[in-house]
């Protein structure tokens, strides 16, 4: 049973292990060849525009803290909100760019995209791919459905699928919960998720089930 399904998987399998295995080779030549390129200058004038910021806040702070308790002779007629909220502003806008600044130099680093990649087909692998064949092998509806679960559960899996382009994760369960609870009054169903349906061993699991295979 499954045939063309265990083949599909098989092959998706063994793509996946051979991309693996490139992108090792590719990590090894990466960490033995020397950095040549020149570390970024740091940004010094975002720190200093910082710096402004909360210097801002603490002054105003602590002149609307002598005007409260009547330490400071005169009266001041300026009113300080205004310029606390643009102290305010100035800071969190450059601690948000710090943030984004390092998220893009953490993008960028080629060491930890093939690390990425590499996790990532080793998950869909064992986690999915590996399950499945299992599942339909011994004609487990019941392990169908906890590999359905996963799909939309785990906090790995989901982003590993989608990170080496093996089909939308819940449109993914979905199939696998609509094949083990599978009806001829769901059919419409199966045939609306076909015309979406993405991954390939999942999409011949539900073409075999309308075409009476299973």
């Known amino acids: 049973m499954h045939e063309s399904v265990i083949e599909e998987i098989e092959r998706r399998v063994k793509r996946l292990e051979a991309e693996v295995e490139i992108l090792e080779k590719s990590l090894e030549n990466l960490e033995s ?45 300026v009113p300080l909100l205004p310029y606390l909220l643009i102290a305010i ?45 299992k599942a339909l092998l011994e004609e487990d509806k019941a392990a169908l459905k906890r590999l359905g679960d996963r799909l939309l559960d785990d906090p790995l899996l989901p982003s590993a699928i989608v990170s080496v382009n093996e089909g939308d994760p819940k449109k993914m369960a979905y199939a ?13 169903e199966v045939e609306d998720l076909l015309n979406t349906l ?17």
């Open 198 to 214: 993405r991954n390939k061993p999942i999409k011949l699991l539900l073409e075999e089930l309308l075409s009476g295979g299973s």
């Open 89 to 133: 502003v100035i800071l969190l806008g450059g601690l948000f760019y710090v943030l984004w600044e390092r998220r893009e130099v953490e993008k960028l680093d080629p060491k930890k995209e093939l690390e990425e990649r590499i996790r990532s087909a080793n998950l869909v692998v064992k986690l999915f791919y590996e399950p499945l064949k």
């Open 176 to 188: 696998l919960y609509l094949y083990a609870s599978y009806t001829p009054k769901m059919r419409d």
């Open 33 to 77: 060849t020397p950095q040549k390129l020149a570390p970024k200058p740091r940004n010094n004038a975002l720190y200093y525009i910082i710096f402004i910021g909360l210097w801002m806040i603490v002054g105003i702070g602590v002149l609307m803290y002598l005007l409260n308790s009547g330490k400071l002779p005169g009266t001041v007629n």
